[in-house]
């Protein structure tokens, strides 16, 4: 490596980018609204980046991540970048911001890009659409613009996007692609623009650039791996070009890393927490790594626990003599994680001391850093000294007997209901419900006085009698509105909930909720993950007086809303000393209690969301029996005690449904409500095909654009449905829950859904 090249040493492989107090969220909003206009919203951005590369470079890494800023999702971007624009979107004649958000939104009747989940993690991206007429083309410079951007401060950057191949296989056909065509088949095209993107930022002066791999973290075939050989044998073979640093994370590169070695690309950043001991273990058999950078990923970036600096330095030592360069970084982006422990002044020291943020994280790669180049004492004492810390903070975490004597109480019988036919009949019977039954899958809007609400309470403006006082009018509102659309089966809204997993985390004692621990999910919504921390438990009811104050406003049923044992975790930073399927049963047991309180009351259905099903699902296929088995196991342990006319529903959504229909159908809910309406319709005829026997309710409009479908429109989407499956099995409710949207629009729309129902009926001559 030549003088003018500077190494990799420490990094990260990305950072959040919503800002510290969510600044890009609310300007974002505002931007929607036409409260601010498109010079706000870059002046906001530019803030945000310049702020972020000011502080990564002060912080001591000796290469810091660009490129890292998006408005909305990095994949998006990348379609945008290289010209992959559906037709739909240039036919709205929107200038180039508004048509990036009509791809992420929708844009009046035109429907938006699918959503789904960034692997296994709770990020979503923008699926492109590709097709044989897609010509990729460099239509943009983002990349080498805030190369410059930063330079231009004095910062030296390492522009980060992803990788070709992983982007193609993160993509979808186009409708009405051939039944032939492979995304792959775009690959060469794809390369021409990569190439020319590598060699403007060559000019620009950018000494390395990080291409993101993580599709590979999965299980690939032989065409798959040979189309990533193809890709970096091309792009490393480019004469004019920065260093090529490609990234695997969330999990072990498996059969793509020895491909990768054999590449003329410069470094590999190898994720050592997610891939394991295997990971760091294939390095030292690949000849080809000896002359490479290798960037080891051995902080977690994806949990907020402290890194134990011992065993990452010790892990670290492991490589140095089987690689030509060793680098040492987080194990991916810090997207997934908060800014920083420090705004969280509420924790109890205890839990404190066993947490790392982002800020706190980045401190820990510089450590680590410095000591595998310095051998001072210095540095090793302040390793030890942290770990130290660490490993005592963890000792001290609570037990909760009672909670490990009802799991070791557990028998398989827990864990089942009656058999679904008979519990269909007796539900039937005692619920009375048409075919095509209406619903929806639980929140409503979360207006500026349910917000306002929330805020006085915490701030002491208002007691907890005169919340609950708003709140029981809010759900009285929500209660007429859906009586008055014609619903058949009602739900409370969900005022009082802040986030459908925070919610119940700070109800259950060994779950903490943070103040400041905000996340992106996706475009402007942020969350922020609880953190489960000790054994989990139910010390009261946590759902039963609003379920029961609603149920009593009216004769139709309404539904009792719970979150399930998966998704609480998913959604949550969850203890690492013991295995996940121990805290989704904790998890359950508490959520089984609730249960029996909901039906004693007289509650008839009771719907157990677990959306974050397919999240968390293992990607390689040698670790999902394992999954599903607990996964599956938890649900059922929680919806257990459940009597046969009790109608369970579960929710999913935003997710590739087809790899896991069978978690789905070993959930044995009664009834599975479903997105489909950005899919069209897919999965309805998947999960008949599977030969799902259960009733499923297919998402018919899509929550997250503020379009209000039409009849004619929903009716379509109703009839594709029928086609798949009968429609005495077919249930009727948006994809996903109405917090985000408007009673202006949501009222319309379940107006027009209720319709599009009873005219589907009326065809087909069903009751």
């Excluded at 470094?267 to 960037?295: E, F, I, M, N, Y």
């Excluded at 909930?497 to 985390?505: I, L, T, Y």
């Amino acid at each position: 490596m030549t003088a003018a090249t500077p190494p990799i040493g420490s990094t990260v492989l990305g950072y959040p980018r919503i800002g510290p107090d969510r600044e890009l969220k609310r300007a974002l909003e505002r931007y929607w609204d036409g409260r601010l206009d498109q010079a706000g919203l870059a002046r906001v951005a530019e803030d945000l980046r310049t702020r972020t590369w000011t502080e990564l470079a002060g912080s001591g890494l000796d290469s810091v991540p660009g490129n890292t800023f998006s408005l909305y999702d990095h994949v998006l971007d990348t379609a945008v970048l290289f010209d992959a624009v559906p037709p739909r979107f240039r036919e709205l004649g929107l200038s180039a911001v508004d048509s990036y958000f009509a791809m992420a939104r929708g844009h009046g009747k035109t429907a938006p890009l699918e959503l789904t989940k960034w692997f296994d993690t709770n990020y979503h991206y923008l699926v492109p659409e590709l097709g044989p007429g897609t010509r990729f083309r460099l239509a943009g410079d983002k990349p080498v613009t805030e190369y410059r951007e930063a330079a231009a401060l004095g910062i030296e950057t390492r522009p980060v996007l992803p990788g070709p191949v992983t982007f193609l296989l993160l993509a979808k056909p186009e409708p009405g692609a051939p039944a032939g065509f492979t995304l792959l088949d775009l690959l060469d095209d794809l390369l021409d623009g990569y190439a020319e993107l590598l060699a403007r930022l060559a000019a620009a002066g950018a000494a390395w650039v990080q291409l993101d791999e993580p599709a590979f973290a999965a299980d690939r075939t032989e065409a798959e791996l040979a189309a990533l050989r193809r890709a970096y044998d091309r792009l490393g073979a480019l004469p004019e070009r920065p260093r090529l640093l490609v990234a695997g994370y969330f999990g072990d590169l498996g059969p793509a890393l020895p491909v990768l070695a054999e590449t003329p690309v410069d470094g590999v950043a190898l994720d050592l927490v997610a891939g394991g001991p295997a990971a760091g273990a294939a390095v030292h058999s690949l000849p080809g790594l000896r002359g490479k950078t290798v960037v080891a990923g051995v902080v977690d970036g994806r949990n907020v626990w402290r890194t134990d600096l011992e065993a990452a330095a010790s892990a670290c030592a492991s490589l140095l003599g089987s690689v030509g360069s060793l680098g040492v970084s987080t194990s991916c982006s810090l997207l997934h994680v908060p800014y920083d422990l420090d705004a969280e002044t509420g924790l109890a020291p205890a839990l404190r001391d066993r947490l790392a943020f982002a800020r706190q994280k980045i401190a820990e790669v510089v450590l680590l850093g410095r000591a595998l180049t310095d051998d001072s004492p210095a540095h090793s004492a302040a390793i030890r000294e942290a770990t130290g810390r660490a490993r005592r903070a963890g000792s001290a975490r609570s037990r909760d007997d009672r909670v490990r004597a009802r799991l070791a109480a557990l028998r398989p019988e827990h864990r089942r209901r009656a058999p679904a036919a008979e519990r269909a009949a007796a539900q039937r019977e005692r619920l009375g419900l048409p075919a095509l039954a209406t619903s929806t899958i639980g929140s409503f809007p979360q207006t500026s006085e349910v917000r306002r609400a929330r805020a006085d309470l915490r701030a002491g403006r208002i007691d907890e009698a005169g919340y609950a006082e708003r709140m029981r009018a809010e759900i009285r509102r929500v209660v007429a509105v859906q009586e008055e659309a014609g619903l058949d089966v009602l739900v409370h809204g969900e005022p009082e909930r802040n986030d459908m997993v925070q919610f119940f985390a700070e109800r259950l004692d060994g779950c903490t909720a943070t103040e400041h621990g905000w996340v992106q999910s996706y475009g402007s919504r942020c969350v922020r993950p609880p953190i489960l921390h000790d054994d989990v438990s139910r010390p009261a009811p946590m759902t039963l007086d609003w379920t029961t104050f609603a149920q009593s406003l009216t004769s139709r049923p309404v539904k009792g809303m719970l979150t399930g044992p998966v998704t609480i975790l998913a959604w949550s930073f969850v203890r690492d000393d013991q295995p996940m399927a121990t805290t989704a049963d904790q998890v359950a047991l508490a959520l089984r209690d609730e249960i029996r309180d909901l039906t004693a009351a007289g509650i008839r259905v009771v719907q157990v969301d677990e959306p974050a099903l397919r999240e968390l699902l293992p990607l390689r296929a040698e670790h999902r029996k394992s999954y599903v088995d607990w996964a599956t196991g938890a649900f059922r342990l929680a919806t257990g005690a459940a009597p046969a006319t009790v109608q369970i529903h579960t929710h999913l959504c935003y997710s590739e449904f087809a790899d896991v229909l069978d978690a789905i159908d070993g959930l044995d809910a009664d009834v599975t409500t479903i997105e489909a309406a950005r899919s069209r319709m897919e999965v309805v005829g998947d999960l008949d095909a599977a030969g799902f026997a259960r009733d499923v309710g297919p998402g018919v409009y899509d929550i997250h654009s503020p379009a209000v479908p039409t009849v004619d429109e929903l009716v379509r989407l109703l009839e594709a449905a029928v086609a798949a499956m009968p429609a005495e099995r077919l249930w009727v409710n948006p994809d996903c829950g109405l917090k985000t949207r408007r009673y202006a629009e949501v009222e319309p729309a379940l107006r027009n859904m209720v319709t599009a129902a009873r005219t589907v009926r009326r065809r087909l001559g069903v009751a």
